[in-house]
């Protein structure tokens, strides 16, 4: 069986870059690696015919209540993007980018980078000179990037993850999966620990 | 500052009725009790714009694995209902008739016995023979209740919990009020247990 364990984010994705704290170091407790990917939530609720939950009325509030305590639960620097839900498509070229030209390695650096960028220094990664600038920060080449999120053979691959992420039941972020076993959201941490440590139940 | 517990439900929630094993306990530890509300979701999901989860393509498949999974992880019996979701308003009003006539301990342990029989026994309050026996079984008289449930004083009752549970932010269930705090979900447990032992976080 793969042991490893899917962990599928979008950048605008609050509770995304909460449990991108403590997926990894979960894992690694019980030998397992994660494999991140990169994509794009709008698709998703297209598929499953949702809306992000900051456009409903009373939800709206209640998330934006939630994500900043969610943070805090964990122990985590927290700060709301200027903008928000973000446009999020051409940071995750990059990442898929990263990762068919120099491995999952990079590309896991890259979103990580990325998802603290936008929820504790309100960087807007659908900003090019933002995305510039934070690509640069992480050692890459921004025109090479620009290059990159403009090429259809990224954009393709990006559409790849998306339906990928659709075949897997992915309707939310962050969506992890686990010997085949399906955990939505930041909230299934305790009941991914359980799964990890003794099994399913 | 009033520091009871507001405990929001519906008799058709999976997560409402996982919470309801919980939460009295857990307030208990705490020397803080439970006010019991039953409100009918579909008003909420209205003035929401929301749907119930398993009206969502690819969230249906997801939710009802996990309505199951989240009982066992609590070390619940569960069975998912032949009727879903299911028309609550009867129960509901039975509940805040009792809640006016006999108290909140009786209107509490009617809101407890109707979610166990919905989601251990597969009962269906939406249907009046099950309903009433469901009554008889409870101590009550099944023709006062049926009485009670046609009645419009006791729709009125129940149309002002629902406008109650709108002006206190309630979009979904369970949602639990703590010292004015909104923690929506089963999943908040944690969230809940830890500003209950240490206070705002």
Redesign the interface.
Known sequence: MDRAIDFWFDFSSPYSYIAGEWIDALAARHARRVRWHAFLLGV?FQ?????APVD????R??SL??FA??A??EGLPYRMPPVFPIPTQNAARIFWWLHETRGEEAAHGWGQAGLRAVFTRGIVPSEAAALRALATEQGLDADECERVWNDPQWKARLKQANDQA?AA????APFVVVDGE?F??N??K??IA?WLASGP?
């Open positions: 998703t598929a499953a015919q949702l809306k409903h009325p009373l939800k509030e209640y209540r939630d305590r969610s805090r639960f659709i039941g992915v309707f939310g399906p939505w959201g909230d299934r305790p009941q359980r139940f």
